[in-house]
């Protein structure tokens, strides 16, 4: 039969490489948590939207987390990662200001970033930006047909599937545009 | 269809308002009839890059034929009751990117611009959209920020990229931004500002034939990403190009993974300034994906591609 070390090397290769999700969170919506990554295995539990919950790991579209005394698999999508809670448009500076711990090294290591020639994308480089042929030569240069981005995706075994479109949110739940500006 | 309408109604009442003078009604009528006869005006505009003089900095931009005053006014009849041509959305693209990489170039590595273009390029084959030619950039700066253009112009920045862990989450990202494109999202931005700008121009007697179509649309081509769209246009970008990666065979988590890790980062991060002004936050992003996934991707099956993922130095 199979090598059981196998799995628990990948468990443990997943859990170093996504080292971003052994991290807090919070559940966006009310939730089942199941016993395995699937919706049609055992129910564990249930965090309601808003609790805190501990990311374990990542498995696709499922995250095994530890809410209260329940551990479980719960949706990708029903859970952010991160300590802003439930976040939201301008919270961040307010609540995430006041409730994300300062991290010196990674205040360090972007800043070591931030030379005296690096680039920034904001408002002010925007507006003064002048338009670059040269690099736009460079970006016409590096572009690919379609054939060979076909070749490339079937080296790979990558094969066109048929998903469906996901539906448009209901009326009730868009808000009118005049809010957005 | 009927808020846009209703926002061309009120963007004409309350312009009218300062323009007492202009008279509306004259204005429309005029409009529908020149709008009706827009086969035998339309007049082929030149492409931008057939300029033979050595290129200053807004040689995309230059050289209007004289032809132009025409246009000018034709503005107003797509902006109303039409939609930008294939060969109007390509220099608006062209435009707007050109200028994008005027703040920032593109990452001098050959080797990356190739692979996020072949991604890029498969990702785009599910959209449907194939009248234009995509093009993909990572541009040179630790800002983590993606960028679409009309015309099939893609960016995303080396700082989004190095959040990446797989082809995956690469192939979420550009269809986030391939679907910008496809929806027209920017293009339905400049209809309603152009909308007010040309009219503007017919109020006052004064044109400006001597500017460019583009340049009087659009102006600085860059400001347009630094306003960014509404946050409906985001969802429905989330929407729309996390199905066009699970149609290229990924994994439909890679958009989602690539939130997670946005959302992950401290709220004090320099490096997502314009990204947290321009879009939703991502836990919002999240939660709004959330509602429209559910559980109908629970059978859906893809690749992540972690192995052959180029890394960023």
Known sequence: MRNPLIPAAALVLCVTAASAFAAPGTVLRDEKLYSQPSSTSAVAGSAAKGASVNILTKQGGWLRVTAGKTTGWIRLLSVRAGEGGLGGAGLGDVVGAATTKSDPTRVVAVAGLRGFNDRRLNDESLKQAKFNAEEMARLDALKVTPGQAKSYASQSGLVAANVAALPKPKPEQSSSPWENN | ???????????????????????????????????????????????????????????????????????????????????????????????????????????????????????????????????????????????????????????????????????????????????????????????????IGALGQAASSKVQGSDPVVQNLIGNGAEIMARGLDKNAEYEADRVGLVYAARAGYTPWGLPGALQAMASLPAKDGRTGLLFKTHPHPADRLAALGEAVDGRLDDVRGKELADRFYRIR
């Open chain 2, 1 to 195: 269809m009927k808020i846009k309408l209703m926002m061309v109604a009120v963007s004409l009442i309350s312009f009218s308002g300062t323009v007492a003078a202009f008279d509306l009604g004259k204005f429309l009528e005029d409009r529908v009839k020149e709008e009706l006869n827009k086969d035998k005006t339309t007049q082929p505009v030149p492409a931008p890059t057939t300029s033979p003089t050595p290129a200053p900095a807004q040689s995309a931009a230059a050289a209007p034929p004289p032809a132009k005053q025409k246009i000018d006014t034709r503005q107003l009849g797509f902006a109303l009751f039409g939609d930008y041509t294939l060969e109007e959305e390509n220099r608006i693209g062209s435009q707007i990117s050109g200028n994008l990489l005027g703040a920032v170039p593109l990452v001098r590595d050959d080797a990356l611009q190739r692979y996020v273009n072949l991604v890029g390029n498969w990702v785009a084959l599910q959209s449907g959209r194939q009248d234009v030619t995509w093009r993909f950039g990572v541009l040179d700066t630790e800002d983590i920020n993606a960028f679409a253009a009309p015309g099939g112009y893609v960016f995303v920045t080396k700082g989004l990229y190095r959040l990446l862990n797989n082809e995956a989450d690469l192939a979420g990202v550009l269809g986030h931004e391939i679907a910008h494109v496809t929806q027209k999202h920017h293009l339905k931005v400049l209809k309603q500002s152009s909308l």
